[in-house]
């Protein structure tokens, strides 16, 4: 079983940068992949990025490519996502999930996460 927890989230105006952390207890975090998810309000939820078990390898969606960055500590039990250039429409409520089976796909769906966060606000204004 695995908890997480995120942090980080706020009030940000425009252009400007947030850095969410998503924290996991148990000891086995390093052998996860992990993701970044985000809701809008009335929308469904939608995959941003992923990290596999040694940060080695990410992998984004168009919508934060090049503004968005995964990246996690193993020896601190903690994923990150450095979000810069932020727009209005990245408002949503930011969502850490963890994925225990390592896979030569990479999962962008929510169906293919295990363990989910709380979640965090991020309100981006114009």
């Known amino acids: 079983q695995v908890q997480l927890v995120e942090s980080g989230g706020g009030l940000v105006q425009a252009g400007g940068s947030l850095r969410l952390s998503c924290a996991a207890s148990?000891?086995?975090?390093?052998?996860?992949?992990m993701g970044w998810f985000r809701q809008a309000p009335g929308k469904e939820r939608e995959f941003i990025g992923t990290?596999?078990?040694?940060?080695?390898?990410?992998h984004y969606a168009d919508s934060v490519k090049g503004r968005f960055t995964i990246s996690r500590d193993n020896a601190k039990n903690t994923v990150y996502l450095q979000m810069n250039s932020l727009k209005p429409e990245d408002t949503a409520v930011y969502y850490c999930?963890?994925?225990?089976?390592?896979?030569?796909?990479?999962?962008?769906?929510?169906?293919?996460?295990?363990?989910w966060g709380q979640g965090t606000q991020v309100t981006v204004s114009s």
């Open positions: 148990g000891r086995t975090f390093s052998s996860y992949a």
């Open positions: 999930a963890a994925r225990r089976a390592q896979s030569i796909v990479v999962p962008t769906t929510s169906a293919e996460y295990d363990y």
């Open positions: 990290i596999n078990w040694s940060g080695g390898r990410t």
